[in-house]
């Protein structure tokens, strides 16, 4: 089992910035990706942004390319996604993924709400 524990989000104006960040904790030794998700009132759970847990090969949503920010630090098993330059369509709840042994970890989700 993974445990993921999400930090960071809240209430920003539009061209603002925000942090996120997602610490794992149980059985990390075999993390193959990790990454954001995040889902509006009344859409489905889309796919933000990933990393590479071992080579740091990264991959952006058209939506969110050149604004948003992930990185990892492998020491600590935490994930990091950087948002800048923040729009109205970026609010939702952002979750945190970890893709370990053919399964899905999910983190409890941070709520992003950016003001126009």
């Known amino acids: 089992q993974v445990q993921l524990v999400e930090s960071g989000g809240g209430l920003v104006q539009t061209g603002g910035s925000l942090g996120l960040s997602c610490a794992a904790s149980?059985?990390?030794?075999?993390?193959?990706?990790m990454g954001w998700f995040r889902q509006a009132p009344g859409k489905e759970r889309e796919i933000v942004t990933t990393?590479?847990?071992?080579?740091?090969?990264?991959y952006y949503a058209d939506s969110v390319k050149g604004r948003f920010t992930i990185s990892r630090d492998n020491a600590e098993n935490t994930v990091y996604l950087q948002m800048n330059s923040l729009k109205p369509e970026d609010t939702a709840v952002y979750y945190c993924?970890?893709?370990?042994?053919?399964?899905?970890?999910w983190g409890q989700g941070t709520q992003v709400t950016v003001s126009s």
């Open positions: 149980g059985r990390t030794s075999s993390i193959r990706i």
């Open positions: 993924n970890a893709h370990r042994a053919f399964t899905n970890y």
């Open positions: 990393i590479n847990w071992s080579g740091g090969t990264t």
